[in-house]
């Protein structure tokens, strides 16, 4: 850590930047008690820490994005959310996906829900889902006229279909 400019003898905690009257400015870093004696009241705290500043900039900028995010029909924000731990309706769901997936599959090891079945009743259920998730992306693909994905997803489909009649 950076000693003071002033006393050379304790830690900086501060940053000061002074400007002089041609406009030029230049910053010193002070320690606390250098601070208060030469009356600094609005220096800039010095970061210790990169990671530190890195984080706070990050939960800064995480906080300012959850209040923007706004369920479009019952106007829920992701914040209010995260305090309540409800949603407001079905349609927070596709508002929040971006964030609610990695939640959900941190919690449950996955984003679909498969139902209560184990063994071979499981995974004909997670094929059934496959067939309508694949098909859903297909209907996407063609109405945005991605032909090359499209054609993927078709052979994708026609594979898991075949598996699920066997």
């Known amino acids: 850590m950076k000693k003071c400019d002033i006393c050379q ?10 400007v002089d009257k041609t406009g030029r ?3 010193i ?8 004696k030469q009356g600094f009241v609005e220096a ?24 923007r995010m706004v ?28 964030k609610l997936e990695p939640l959900v599959r941190r919690l449950h090891n996955s984003v679909q829900h498969v139902g209560k079945t184990v063994g071979p009743g499981r995974t004909e259920a997670q094929k059934k889902l ?11 693909a063609i ?5 090359e994905r499209a054609a993927q997803l078709r052979d994708q489909l026609r594979k898991v279909s075949n598996d699920v009649q066997r």
Not at 29 to 36: G, I, L, S, Y
Not at 143 to 147: F, K, L, N, P, V
């Open 44 to 67: 800039e705290q010095v970061k210790s820490n990169v990671g530190q500043v890195l984080a706070e900039m990050k939960a800064s900028r995480t906080a300012a994005d959850e209040r």
């Open 130 to 140: 496959t067939v309508r998730r694949l098909n859903a992306e297909l209907a996407k």
């Open 143 to 147: 109405e945005q006229e991605d032909y």
């Open 29 to 36: 870093e002070v320690c606390a008690d250098c601070a208060r």
């Open 71 to 98: 369920c479009t029909r019952c106007g829920l924000t992701f914040a209010q959310f995260k305090r309540t731990g409800r949603l407001g309706c079905a349609n927070c769901y596709d508002s929040f996906r971006e």
């Open 25 to 27: 400015s230049s910053e």
């Open 9 to 18: 003898e304790q830690d900086a905690v501060m940053r000061v930047r002074r």
